[in-house]
């Protein structure tokens, strides 16, 4: 009798997992591997995905790509440094949270390049996204910032306001141009940049071929 995969308890199980130590499907090798399953570099499957990545793949990379780019045109160092310390973030699980859409983030980012451009004029106010969601996301990347500063890395203001503007812009726009709808942007950062907390080198389905977004690439 043939094994059912442990995962999605539906097709065939064809495949070892080393990491799970069980038996699971091609489907979900191919689309769980490295965001569920945490692979161990040795995994032949893994490492075989990063030699010989689809043309289904590649296609999406080169979408990601040509969306990315226009956001970061014209960005100093400081500033790419920036964003992408804004995106890691955001890519990233928030245990004990309602589910995290594109649109709170667009709040959100807006809420902050509004409160950072007001103080980078001398002005000192809040502004507060509407939803509660963007609010406690607001919030968490206030404290993101706050803590760059306390290790010795200040955040000045006309950087954040940009970054943040970035952040809103491609927020708006990623559910037009890209597959995910509410959460076409978070899925976005998934597939680009490596899990910070994740020790197994990413994959092509995962990052585009990179861990970290840049320029020129």
Not at 87 to 100: S, V, Y
Not at 192 to 208: F, K, Q, V, W, Y
């Amino acid at each position: 009798m043939s094994q059912t995969c442990l995962l999605c308890e539906r097709r065939r199980a064809r495949r070892a997992c080393p990491a799970l130590g069980e038996q699971i499907c091609a489907v979900c090798c191919g689309t769980k591997r490295l965001v569920e399953i945490k692979c161990p570099s040795d995994c032949s499957y893994l490492k075989f995905s990063q030699s010989h990545p689809p043309a289904v793949i590649q296609r999406q990379q080169e979408r990601d790509l040509r969306f990315l780019m226009p956001f970061l045109h014209g960005l100093s160092e400081r500033q790419q440094k920036l964003l992408l310390l804004v995106q890691l973030f955001l890519r990233g699980n928030r245990a004990n949270e309602p589910a995290l859409h594109d649109s709170d983030i667009a709040q959100a980012a807006c809420a902050l390049a509004e409160t950072h451009e007001t103080a980078n004029r001398g002005i000192i106010y809040e502004h507060t996204p509407a939803s509660l969601n963007a609010q406690r996301l607001a919030a968490d990347l206030t404290a993101l910032l706050e803590a760059q500063a306390k290790e010795g890395s200040r955040v000045l203001d006309g950087d954040a306001a940009v970054v943040m503007r970035r952040v809103e812009a491609a927020a708006r726009k990623a559910g037009t141009v890209l597959p995910g709808s509410e959460t076409a942007y978070r899925s976005l950062l998934k597939r680009i940049l490596r899990d910070p907390g994740s020790a197994a080198p990413a994959t092509p389905e995962d990052t585009g071929g990179s861990s970290l977004i840049v320029p020129g690439r």
